[in-house]
């Protein structure tokens, strides 16, 4: 990501008879999603409720200097935000109530993009200016740096595949011989290593797993998504994407792409399910959004724009897409990765005097 002075700018218990642990989803059930956006001037990260309508910030936790990277842990139980100013990541824990910074873990020089593995147990991060991939062990009681792996220049975003077994990181000012290069690290080993060199377009930035395990990359320079077959490890398809694609996000089902175009306010949508894919719409009046995700069913987008300082949700299971709402966030938003908790665990518990039945989200 660039540095932050241009970002300002486009672009850039035991308490009952019977306690039941139910996944959100089941027969009666109703439940939302929280959203934990980073501010990165206010090194603080807003926690927003999806379910009410429109959206509304429930709290505000303080993190390091500058924050712009997230990360939501595939349990829906942790968060890891990257501190891109003072070169360490925060460790959230969302299943108290409220969610509470439990630790900070020193990384490397200017941190941006994060992931988390699909075990919950390894944190990766991209450290912007220093080269290098922070492999954080988050299983111990206290989260330690266990592994640097050095890549190409300014790496920003990173992305595992299903399985664990290979972490993809966008280069972006990694001159290869058609523009940037992503590095292909083998975390199957005893310590992590780059096995592979992968040229794309130029100036890499959002970057994602398909359900399919095909590696999607948004290259700016070149106003395309690349396709990239992770076997071969060679760029499949090239889709036209608007100008200047930067966020990207992929619906849970892998039929629809979606990536912000930062400097003309606009999210072009990629038809995943036709040969090669290829864009079919866009949503317009989305200034200078960087982070994009998309609910667990795919029925909803949320866009985080640096310019209105907002969260805006749209329904994109109709067409065109239709805005549900936005919340106000503080300065500079980012939410650049997975911002959107998965929906977890309810809890419920009824009571012996009172017979009534209590839900609670261990997310808030």
Known sequence: MPRLDTLSSPPVACISAAVLILWFGAAGVVAQPFAYITEALDGTVAVVDLGQTPPAVATRLTVGSLPIGVAVAPAGDRVYVTNSGDGTVSVIDIAQNPPQVIHTVTVGDEPNGVVVSPDGDTVYVANYSGNTVSVIDVSPAVPAVVSTVPVGEQPEGVAVDAAGNRLYVGNSEDFGATGSTVSVIDLTGVTPAVVDTIDTEPETHGILVAPDGR???????????????????????????????????????????????????????????????????????VLNVIG????????????????????????????????????????????????????GALIFADGFESGDLTAWSPQI
């Open 215 to 285: 590696l999607w990359v948004a290259t700016s320079d070149s106003s395309n998504l690349a396709v990239i077959d992770t076997g071969t490890n060679t760029v499949q398809h090239t889709v036209a994407a608007g100008d200047r694609p930067y966020g990207l996000a992929i619906s849970p089902d892998g039929t629809r792409a979606y990536t912000s175009n930062p400097e003309v306010g606009t999210v072009t949508i990629v038809d995943m399910t036709v040969e090669p894919p290829v864009a079919i719409g866009t949503i317009p009046g």
């Open 292 to 343: 994009l995700d998309t609910s667990d069913d795919g029925s909803r987008l949320y866009t985080v724009s640096l310019d209105d300082t907002q969260l805006e949700v749209f329904n994109v299971s109709v067409t065109p897409p239709v805005s549900l709402g936005t919340v106000g966030l503080g300065g500079l938003p980012v939410g650049y990765g997975q911002f959107v908790a998965p929906l």
